[in-house]
């Protein structure tokens, strides 16, 4: 509140911080932010994320009716937040999340419902924030596979098909089949899962005022 003995300079600053978040609310750890340029693109994230994460995991496979969906709530959403130039940031994150992860598909390192995962997800939150989700994803899918190939007694052979792959993508080149996905035998980690987890663990972040 201000008082008589606050400076013009010292209101018209509270009155700016009122305005930077006009729909904050302060709990033990920090400020939820529900300003809705912040906040509202995220929901569709988090939903689509989530149901991706599950049938990812109970199916191996992301349909397409889920990722169509979430391209188009993230291209409305920015789209009425903030017009012709949110329309153009959920089509750029788009193209970005798809031709991040195209090559992994393309070497049968991916499924083409985690890219088109990755692009509905860009559609919801941009670029710049796709990218922070996706190096989360990759943190958890690895901290994922490393517990898996212990927990299997593959870590040997995991550390040699990955060094295969590497080369395969670095060669633009097809890998061998017992290094794909075609391999039915391979340790097989849900990337869609891991975003999921990524999604959701960033988008707490971001409501919290922590990222």
């Given at each position: 509140m201000s008082t008589a003995f606050e400076s013009p300079k010292v209101q018209e600053a509270k009155r700016a911080e009122a305005t930077r978040l006009p729909a904050a609310i302060?709990?033990?750890?920090?400020?939820?932010?529900?300003?809705?340029?912040?906040?509202?693109?995220?929901?569709?994230?988090?939903?689509?994320?989530?149901?991706?994460?599950?049938?990812?995991w109970r199916y191996r496979r992301?349909?397409?009716?889920?990722?169509?969906?979430?391209?188009?709530?993230?291209?409305?959403?920015?789209?009425?937040?903030?017009?012709?130039?949110?329309?153009?940031?959920a089509?750029?994150?788009?193209?970005?999340?798809?031709?991040?992860?195209?090559?992994?598909?393309?070497?049968?390192?991916?499924?083409?419902?985690?890219?088109?995962?990755?692009?509905?997800?860009?559609a919801c939150l941009g670029w710049r924030q796709l990218l922070s989700v996706l190096m989360g994803t990759i943190l958890v899918a690895g901290?994922?596979?490393?517990?898996?190939?212990?927990?299997?007694?593959?870590?040997?052979?995991?550390?040699?098909?990955i060094a295969h792959l590497l080369a395969a993508l670095l060669s633009l080149r097809t890998p061998a089949p017992a290094v794909s996905l075609d391999n039915p035998q391979?340790?097989?980690?849900?990337f869609g899962v891991a975003m999921a987890v990524a999604v959701l663990f960033y988008g707490m972040g971001r409501a919290m005022g922590k990222l």
């Amino acid at each position: 509140m201000s008082t008589a003995f606050e400076s013009p300079k010292v209101q018209e600053a509270k009155r700016a911080e009122a305005t930077r978040l006009p729909a904050a609310i302060m709990i033990g750890f920090g400020p939820l932010i529900f300003a809705p340029s912040i906040f509202v693109p995220w929901i569709p994230a988090v939903l689509v994320a989530m149901v991706a994460g599950i049938l990812d995991w109970r199916y191996r496979r992301i349909p397409n009716w889920l990722t169509v969906s979430g391209f188009a709530a993230g291209v409305v959403v920015n789209t009425i937040l903030f017009r012709w130039p949110g329309l153009e940031t959920a089509l750029l994150g788009t193209v970005v999340g798809l031709g991040l992860l195209l090559p992994f598909v393309l070497i049968r390192s991916l499924g083409a419902g985690d890219m088109k995962l990755a692009g509905a997800l860009g559609a919801c939150l941009g670029w710049r924030q796709l990218l922070s989700v996706l190096m989360g994803t990759i943190l958890v899918a690895g901290a994922m596979a490393l517990a898996l190939v212990v927990w299997k007694g593959r870590l040997k052979q995991t550390l040699l098909n990955i060094a295969h792959l590497l080369a395969a993508l670095l060669s633009l080149r097809t890998p061998a089949p017992a290094v794909s996905l075609d391999n039915p035998q391979s340790t097989k980690i849900p990337f869609g899962v891991a975003m999921a987890v990524a999604v959701l663990f960033y988008g707490m972040g971001r409501a919290m005022g922590k990222l």
